[in-house]
C-alpha cells in the first residue's frame, strides 16, 4: 500500500549537470502529474500524463521533460539544471474521474548550485 | 497563473478554536478540493465538493462552495495542535486535464 513513491528524496546538483526524477505509483492509475513548489507561488504543474505513452505540457514545462514508458512510472528529466530549478518536486497521481482527488508523493528537494 | 487564491496567507489560534479558510478562483469549475500538506510533506486530500453542491462535511471538516461568486470556504472545528499545516484550495476547470492550486494558508494551532 505503498501509493506515490519519488526517488531520491534530496539531491544536490551543479548548475549544468542533468538528473531524473522517478515517480511511481501502485494503484493503477491513469493519470500523473509532476508539480513544482516554490515559496509564495504554490503549485505550478510541470508535464502531466493521461495514460501510457502520453505526455503534455503544463504550466511550467521549459527545462524539463518527462515520459510514461509504464504506465505505473513517470520520469521528470532535467537537461542541464539552473538555479531556477531549485525547488520541491511533487509527483501526483489520480483516476482521472472527475470527482476524486489526486495522491501525492512525498516530494524530491532538488538544489542547483 | 494560480487558478485559487486563499484568504489569509497565514493564520494563528488557540486548541478548540474554529479555522476558517477562503479561496477564490476565476473560472467555471467541475469540482473544488481542500487538501492538506504538513511541513516538509506531500499534499492530503482532505475533501471534494462539487459545483452543484453548497455545502459538505466530513469528520471536523465543513465546506462551502458558492459558484455565484467563485469562492469556497473550509471550516475546520474544534481545532487540534495537529491540525497545523498548510491548507490549499484546488480547482478542477472545465476543460482541463489537471488541477489548479492557489498558494495556501498556513494554519497554527497553540496547544
Known amino acids: 500500500n505503498a501509493g506515490v513513491t519519488q526517488t531520491p528524496k534530496f539531491r544536490v546538483l551543479k548548475t549544468g549537470q542533468s538528473m531524473t526524477l522517478l515517480c511511481a505509483q501502485d494503484?493503477?492509475?491513469?493519470?500523473m502529474y509532476w508539480y513544482r513548489q516554490d515559496p509564495g507561488m504554490g503549485l505550478r504543474l510541470i508535464h502531466y500524463?493521461?495514460?501510457?505513452?502520453?505526455?503534455a505540457k503544463g504550466e511550467v514545462p521549459d527545462g524539463y521533460n518527462v515520459s510514461r514508458l509504464k504506465k505505473q512510472n513517470f520520469l521528470l528529466g532535467l537537461e542541464s539544471a539552473a538555479p531556477s530549478q531549485t525547488s520541491v518536486y511533487f509527483c501526483?497521481?489520480?483516476?482521472?474521474?472527475?470527482?476524486?482527488?489526486?495522491?501525492f508523493g512525498s516530494g524530491t528537494r532538488l538544489t542547483v548550485v | 497563473s494560480q487558478q485559487g487564491e486563499e484568504d489569509p496567507q497565514a493564520l494563528s489560534i488557540q486548541e478548540g478554536e474554529n479555522a476558517t479558510m477562503n479561496c477564490s478562483y476565476k473560472t467555471s469549475i467541475n469540482n473544488l478540493q481542500w487538501y492538506r500538506q504538513n511541513s516538509g510533506r506531500g499534499l492530503v486530500h482532505l475533501i471534494l465538493?462539487?459545483?452543484?453542491?453548497r455545502e459538505k462535511h466530513s469528520g471536523r471538516l465543513r465546506v462551502t462552495l458558492d459558484t455565484s461568486k467563485k469562492s469556497s470556504s473550509l471550516l475546520i472545528t474544534a481545532s487540534r495542535a495537529a491540525d497545523t499545516a498548510s491548507y490549499f484550495c484546488a480547482t478542477d476547470r472545465a476543460g482541463a486535464n489537471n488541477l489548479f492550486f492557489g498558494t495556501g494558508t498556513r494554519l497554527t494551532v497553540i496547544p
Open positions: 494503484m493503477n492509475h491513469e493519470y
Open positions: 501526483a497521481s489520480s483516476d482521472g474521474g472527475e470527482f476524486y482527488g489526486y495522491t
Open positions: 500524463s493521461v495514460g501510457e505513452g502520453t505526455t
Open positions: 465538493i462539487r459545483s452543484n453542491e
